[in-house]
Protein backbone atom coordinates (compact mmCIF):
# COMPACT_ATOMS: atom_id res chain seq x y z
CA UNK A 1 0.00 0.00 0.00
CA UNK A 2 2.68 2.40 1.01
CA UNK A 3 4.86 1.69 -2.35
CA UNK A 4 1.54 1.94 -4.45
CA UNK A 5 1.15 5.85 -3.24
CA UNK A 6 4.49 6.89 -2.77
CA UNK A 7 4.51 8.32 -6.50
CA UNK A 8 1.64 10.11 -6.02
CA UNK A 9 2.61 11.40 -2.26
CA UNK A 10 5.01 14.59 -1.67
CA UNK A 11 5.70 16.18 1.34
CA UNK A 12 3.95 19.65 2.61
CA UNK A 13 6.29 22.78 1.75
CA UNK A 14 5.30 24.27 4.85
CA UNK A 15 4.34 21.56 7.82
CA UNK A 16 6.20 18.70 6.11
CA UNK A 17 2.97 16.12 6.47
CA UNK A 18 2.22 13.64 3.39
CA UNK A 19 0.07 14.47 0.87
CA UNK A 20 -1.08 13.93 -2.79
CA UNK A 21 1.05 15.41 -5.38
CA UNK A 22 -2.39 17.18 -6.72
CA UNK A 23 -3.93 18.69 -4.14
CA UNK A 24 -3.07 22.15 -4.58
CA UNK A 25 -2.97 23.10 -0.72
CA UNK A 26 -1.93 21.18 2.37
CA UNK A 27 -5.58 19.40 3.76
CA UNK A 28 -3.72 20.26 7.49
CA UNK A 29 -1.95 23.56 7.55
CA UNK A 30 -3.32 25.18 4.38
CA UNK A 31 -0.01 25.82 2.96
CA UNK A 32 0.05 26.54 -1.17
CA UNK A 33 2.43 23.71 -2.82
CA UNK A 34 3.90 25.65 -5.32
CA UNK A 35 4.83 22.68 -7.39
CA UNK A 36 0.98 22.13 -8.25
CA UNK A 37 -0.22 24.90 -10.78
CA UNK A 38 3.29 26.89 -11.12
CA UNK A 39 4.93 26.94 -14.03
CA UNK A 40 8.17 25.44 -15.22
CA UNK A 41 11.33 26.94 -15.41
CA UNK A 42 12.53 24.82 -18.35
CA UNK A 43 9.52 25.68 -20.05
CA UNK A 44 9.42 28.89 -19.42
CA UNK A 45 13.41 29.67 -20.84
CA UNK A 46 12.95 27.36 -23.80
CA UNK A 47 10.18 29.21 -24.68
CA UNK A 48 12.26 32.17 -24.44
CA UNK A 49 15.05 31.01 -25.95
CA UNK A 50 13.21 30.01 -28.98
CA UNK A 51 10.65 31.91 -29.45
CA UNK A 52 10.76 34.99 -27.29
CA UNK A 53 11.05 37.70 -29.62
CA UNK A 54 7.20 37.34 -30.09
CA UNK A 55 6.92 37.38 -26.27
CA UNK A 56 5.77 33.53 -25.52
CA UNK A 57 7.63 33.45 -22.62
CA UNK A 58 5.53 36.00 -21.15
CA UNK A 59 2.24 34.76 -22.53
CA UNK A 60 3.35 30.96 -20.78
CA UNK A 61 3.94 32.68 -17.74
CA UNK A 62 0.52 34.94 -17.61
CA UNK A 63 1.80 38.32 -18.14
CA UNK A 64 -0.21 40.18 -20.91
CA UNK A 65 2.32 42.61 -21.25
CA UNK A 66 4.10 39.94 -23.67
CA UNK A 67 2.40 41.94 -26.29
CA UNK A 68 5.26 44.43 -26.35
CA UNK A 69 7.40 42.03 -27.44
CA UNK A 70 5.64 41.08 -30.17
CA UNK A 71 4.88 44.59 -31.57
CA UNK A 72 8.43 45.09 -31.36
CA UNK A 73 9.77 41.56 -32.83
CA UNK A 74 11.02 43.39 -35.91
CA UNK A 75 13.52 45.24 -34.10
CA UNK A 76 14.86 42.18 -33.20
CA UNK A 77 15.37 44.00 -29.83
CA UNK A 78 12.77 41.38 -27.56
CA UNK A 79 14.74 38.40 -29.08
CA UNK A 80 17.69 39.46 -27.72
CA UNK A 81 16.18 40.26 -24.63
CA UNK A 82 14.51 37.19 -23.99
CA UNK A 83 16.87 35.04 -25.33
CA UNK A 84 18.87 36.23 -21.76
CA UNK A 85 15.70 36.48 -20.04
CA UNK A 86 15.60 32.63 -21.05
CA UNK A 87 19.19 32.35 -19.77
CA UNK A 88 18.36 33.70 -16.26
CA UNK A 89 15.35 31.81 -16.27
CA UNK A 90 17.12 28.40 -16.80
CA UNK A 91 20.11 29.54 -13.91
CA UNK A 92 17.52 30.79 -11.36
CA UNK A 93 17.26 28.86 -8.62
CA UNK A 94 13.61 26.59 -7.86
CA UNK A 95 13.06 28.73 -4.65
CA UNK A 96 13.47 31.82 -6.61
CA UNK A 97 11.60 30.71 -9.36
CA UNK A 98 8.99 29.47 -6.86
CA UNK A 99 8.79 32.80 -5.45
CA UNK A 100 8.25 34.76 -8.26
CA UNK A 101 6.02 32.33 -10.80
CA UNK A 102 5.13 29.17 -8.47
CA UNK A 103 1.40 28.54 -8.12
ZN1 LIG B 1 1.09 21.44 5.51
Wanted: aromatic letters at 12%; one cysteine or more.
Amino acid sequence: MQTTLAGNMVHCRECGTQIARSAPTCPKCGGRQSAAGGKSKVVAGILAILLGGLGIHRFYLGQGWGIFYLLFCWTFVPSIIAFFEGIVFLLSSDDNWNAKYGG
